[in-house]
């Protein structure tokens, strides 16, 4: 009795941790989604309202993201999305996505990136903290 008391447990929280993260999946997923949405329109200041004013890197992607609008028009496109889990509070996900010029007078390689990115929470809603490139494919 005790046993089949522990596993019914198990299986209940492992039901309420699978619904809680497709949550945050969900939320995080809207987040990228913005993100990418706000930075092909460039709207400087709906892309910034995705990242988390403490990030190690908010300043810098202001300062980066600001001669890219100036100099190209580049599309944006979503192609994978992997939520990978929690850890303390960063929620951790895994992208591919695409990037393509339309317009501009400089040079840009079209590429395809596989990124992980991590969120955190500011005001109760996640936002950008930071990312890492895993693979970057350049295309014409």
């Given at each position: ?31 990228v989604e913005?993100?990418m ?52 509070e ?30 955190k ?20």
């Amino acid at each position: 009795m005790v046993k089949f008391f522990r596993v019914g447990f198990l299986v209940v929280l492992t039901a309420i941790s699978s619904s809680v993260f497709a949550g945050v999946a969900e939320d995080v997923k809207a987040v990228v989604e913005e993100n990418m949405t706000a930075t092909q329109s460039e709207d400087m200041e709906r892309m910034m309202n995705t990242i988390h004013r403490q990030s190690p890197s908010y300043q810098a992607t202001r300062q980066q993201v600001a001669p890219l609008f100036q100099q190209y028009d580049l599309t944006y496109e979503l192609n994978d999305y992997e939520f990978v889990g929690m850890t303390g509070e960063f929620a951790v996900v895994k992208v591919s996505q695409t990037t393509r010029k339309v317009g501009g007078a400089g040079a840009f390689n079209n590429n395809q990136l596989e990124l992980l990115q991590a969120f955190k929470k500011e005001g109760g809603q996640w936002k950008f903290w930071s990312q890492t490139i895993l693979t970057m494919r350049f295309f014409k």
